[in-house]
C-alpha cells in the first residue's frame, strides 16, 4: 500500500487547462452545413472581394489563408475557396453550448475569449495522468455533444500563461503538456512572435535588448523584460514565462459601453454616417440599461475617409434615458463633423462611460454641463419609457421600435458583432 502511495505522489502535476477551439466560425458553418465540410471556407463581414477573412477552416489555412486574409488575394492562392457570411448569433449560441459541455466534466474558471477557455485544476485533477484524462474526455464530448466539426486543441501547464502557448504548439486537436520541471524543453522550439503577448511592436523592442531568440528570451533577467515592456507588464512575462503563480483572473468592473462599425460605402455619407452613430449609440444604451448602470459622459469618435480621426465628447447628469443621450450626440455630431469638413465617414465609434450602478444614489450636478436638470418624476418616466422600447425589441425583433430613423434606412447596417476582447450576451442580438 505505501508503494502504491509512492508511486501516485510521483505523477508530474499541472495546474490549468487551456482549450482553444480550432477554426471555430469556420467549423460551426461547416457544422451546419455539410455540404461545406472538407472544403476551403472563409468566414466574411460582406459579400466583396475588398473585405477580409475573420475566419478560415483547416482547408483554406493550406493555403496559406488566415484571419486577416484579404479575400481576392484568397481567391487568388485558392481559387476554389467558398465565401459564407458571418452568423455572430449563431456562433454566440455554440458558444454557450459548449461551455455547457465543458462544464459538465469540469468547471471553467476564465472565458478568454468567443473560442478560448480556461480551467484552474483541483488537486485529484493536477495530476498529469487525470488532467489528460480530463482533457481527453472534453474533446469527446464536445465532438458527440456539440458536433462532430468541433474540435479543440489543449494545453495543460503550470500557469495559465503556459497552457495557452502548450495549446498554440499542436493544431488541430492537439493535446501538448508542458511541465515546470521540463522548462524551457519545447519552449525553445518556438518563434517569439509564437508567444501572446508578443506583437510586431514587441519584438522589435526585445531586439533592442539583445532578445532575437527564445534561447535569449528564457535566459533574459527579469529587469531586462521590465525594462522592454516599459514595466510591470514585463515582470508578470517574465514569471508567466518560468511557470510562476500567477494571480486568478478577476472579471473586471464595467468603465465603459460602447460600440464602433466600419461604414460600408453606401452609408458613408454624413447623414447616413449619423444614423449608424444614432443607431450605436440606442444599442448601447440597451446594454446600458440591462446592465443596470446609468452613465455621467458620451464620447463620439469618427474617422473620415481621407482624413484623421476627429472627436468629441460631452458630461451630463448621470441617465440611461435613450432620449436625452440621442440629445446629447446630436450635438456631438454637429462638432465633430466640423472638425471633419463633412467628409465622407469610415468608421463610426460611441463609448458611454462615467458609469454608475443603478443602486447608488444619484448624484445631482450643481452646474449642469448640458443644461437645465430634468425635474426627477421626468426623468424616471423617460427612462422606464426606454426600458419599455427595450423590452419590444426584445420580444418582437431588433428595431422594432427606434427613436429618430427607420428601420429601412439601417438595413444593411450589420448590427451586433463579436469582438475579441467581449463575447456579446444573446440579448445583444435583439438590441
Not at 466539426?149 to 495549446?167: E, Y
Not at 532575437?212 to 516599459?230: I, N, P, V, Y
Request: glycine share 6%; proline share 5%; with cysteine.
Amino acid at each position: 500500500m505505501p508503494a502504491a502511495r509512492a508511486i501516485t505522489d510521483s505523477q508530474p502535476l499541472v495546474d490549468w487547462l487551456f482549450l482553444d477551439l480550432n477554426s471555430y466560425f469556420a467549423s460551426v458553418e461547416q457544422q451546419l452545413h455539410p455540404e461545406l465540410r472538407g472544403k476551403p471556407i472563409a468566414v466574411v463581414p460582406v459579400d466583396s472581394d475588398a473585405t477580409c477573412a475573420i475566419a478560415a477552416s483547416h482547408e483554406a489555412k493550406k493555403f496559406g489563408i488566415k484571419t486577416g486574409t484579404n479575400i481576392g488575394e484568397a481567391r487568388r492562392r485558392c481559387p476554389e475557396l467558398i465565401t459564407v457570411m458571418a452568423g455572430h448569433d449563431v456562433y454566440v449560441e455554440f458558444h454557450h453550448k459548449i461551455i455547457e459541455e465543458v462544464e459538465r466534466h469540469f468547471p471553467v474558471h476564465v472565458i478568454c475569449s468567443i473560442d478560448e477557455m480556461a480551467c484552474k485544476l483541483d488537486a485529484p485533477r493536477r495530476r498529469l495522468d487525470a488532467a489528460m484524462d480530463l482533457a481527453r474526455r472534453i474533446k469527446q464530448g464536445l465532438r458527440e455533444r456539440v458536433g462532430e466539426c468541433i474540435t479543440c486543441s489543449v494545453g495543460l501547464a503550470p500557469n495559465r500563461f503556459l497552457a495557452k502557448v502548450a495549446s498554440d504548439m499542436q493544431k488541430p486537436d492537439g493535446l501538448v503538456v508542458l511541465l515546470q520541471e521540463e522548462l524551457p524543453g519545447r519552449l525553445l522550439e518556438l518563434e517569439l512572435s509564437d508567444l501572446c503577448g508578443i506583437g510586431r511592436r514587441m519584438e522589435p523592442r526585445l531586439h533592442a535588448c539583445g532578445i532575437r531568440t527564445m534561447e535569449d528570451l528564457w535566459a533574459a533577467g527579469r529587469e531586462t523584460l521590465h525594462r522592454a515592456w516599459g514595466g510591470v507588464g514585463g515582470d508578470r512575462f517574465w514569471h508567466g514565462l518560468h511557470g510562476g503563480t500567477t494571480e486568478d483572473d478577476v472579471p473586471p468592473a464595467h468603465r465603459t459601453i460602447g460600440h464602433s462599425h466600419v461604414l460600408a460605402p453606401e452609408l458613408r455619407t454624413p447623414p447616413a454616417a449619423g444614423i449608424v452613430a444614432r443607431r450605436l449609440l440606442l444599442k448601447a444604451a440597451s446594454r446600458l440599461r440591462r446592465m443596470k448602470y446609468r452613465a455621467r459622459h458620451l464620447h463620439l469618435s469618427v474617422r473620415t475617409e481621407n482624413g484623421p480621426r476627429c472627436e468629441a465628447q460631452a458630461k451630463f447628469e448621470e441617465g440611461s434615458d435613450s432620449i436625452v443621450l440621442a440629445r446629447v450626440l446630436a450635438d456631438l455630431w454637429q462638432k465633430v463633423m466640423k472638425q471633419a469638413r463633412w467628409q465622407r465617414v469610415k468608421k463610426v465609434s460611441v463609448t458611454l462611460f462615467g458609469l454608475v450602478a443603478e443602486t447608488s444614489p444619484r448624484q445631482l450636478e450643481l452646474f449642469e454641463a448640458s443644461g437645465a436638470s430634468a425635474p426627477k418624476e421626468q426623468r424616471e418616466q423617460r427612462e422606464q419609457l426606454s426600458r419599455v422600447l427595450d423590452e419590444i425589441n426584445q420580444k418582437f425583433g431588433r428595431d422594432s421600435v427606434v427613436i429618430g430613423f427607420t428601420p429601412d434606412t439601417v438595413r444593411t447596417f450589420s448590427g451586433t458583432k463579436i469582438a475579441f476582447t467581449r463575447i456579446p450576451d444573446r440579448e445583444e442580438f435583439k438590441e
